[in-house]
């Protein structure tokens, strides 16, 4: 008898050994499950773009991002208002396209949650003419033309008085306005139009401040066909915006490390032949 109570002893200890074992063991493989499913998961954006170098750029963005575990879908806009509508009513996760002085004057206007997450890439403005061929040829009453959006519009007359054509307010700043030009000395007049519409009224105008992405999409390479360019260091740096509430999620960190690229940058550099500057 106590023979066969030892025997069930000693049985009782192994059971519960290899029980705590096997605990142990499953315990562990769930651990490195979700481990692995966290390093190899793919995630997806549908991202925004403007037509243009932007649309162009976010492709090689794309084909980067692949290898990041990060599927990207691009939409395509032909206009600086729908992208961030889109994105505030969440029809997009991401947008590409406009810099920060239009991000924080858009998003204030409208009352949308929106932050900007990266840098990107600088659009040099510069001022186009089918007139003139120097910047000196600009003669009094002239009319220059300039975008009609308030940070655009502060971004051209900066761009004018860069080029000695104005001056503007001592302490007029990204909000500036016609209304702040204090110096104009050719009586020059200034036409305010839709940005996208500025290259199609060229031929209307003596001369016109027209964002790069606008001026490569009608054929201009800002490099050769300006009158003048801004300067690189410029302010007006374009970058990725999500909705607050998406800031730190995984897969927008992916799109700005796929953006962030050295092949990105190389074809940015290659492609646009330093009409579009790199910011990273």
């Excluded at 997806?44 to 879908?73: C, F, R, Y």
């Excluded at 600088?122 to 959006?149: A, C, H, R, T, V």
């Excluded at 940015?268 to 579009?276: H, K, V």
Aim: negative net charge; hydrophobic residues 40%.
């Amino acid at each position: 008898m106590r023979n066969f109570i030892t025997l069930l002893f000693t049985l009782t200890i192994i059971v519960i050994l290899v029980g705590c074992g096997n605990s142990s063991n499953e315990g562990n493989t769930t651990d490195e499950a979700t481990s692995d499913t966290e390093d190899d998961e793919t995630y997806s954006l549908v991202v925004g773009v403007t037509a243009g170098p932007h649309e162009q750029v976010m492709e090689k963005v794309k084909e980067v991002a692949t290898e990041n575990g990060l599927d990207i879908e691009i939409t395509v806009f032909t206009d600086y208002v729908m992208p961030n509508v889109a994105l505030a009513e969440g029809d997009i996760d991401a947008n590409s396209f406009q810099h920060k002085p239009f991000l924080d004057e858009f998003k204030e206007d409208r009352n949308l949650d929106l932050i900007d997450v990266a840098n990107t890439i600088n659009f040099p403005m510069g001022i186009y003419s089918e007139k003139i061929d120097d910047i000196s040829e600009i003669q009094e009453g002239d009319k220059l033309g300039l975008p009609n959006d308030p940070s655009n519009a502060a971004h051209a007359l900066f761009l004018f008085e860069g080029a000695g054509l104005i001056t503007l307010k001592e302490g007029a700043d990204i909000t500036a306005s016609v209304q702040d030009i204090e110096d104009n000395p050719l009586n020059l007049e200034f036409i305010e139009l839709e940005a996208a519409q500025i290259p199609r009224q060229l031929d209307e105008l003596a001369a016109a401040a027209i964002n790069s992405n606008y001026a490569i999409e009608s054929g201009f390479v800002p490099t050769e066909d300006t009158l003048y360019i801004e300067p690189n260091d410029s302010p007006w740096i374009d970058l990725i915006a999500v909705r607050t509430e998406d800031k730190d999620d995984p897969a927008i960190a992916r799109l700005i490390e796929s953006y962030h690229s050295d092949a990105v940058k190389q074809f940015i550099e290659e492609e646009f032949d330093g009409s579009l500057i790199p910011t990273w």
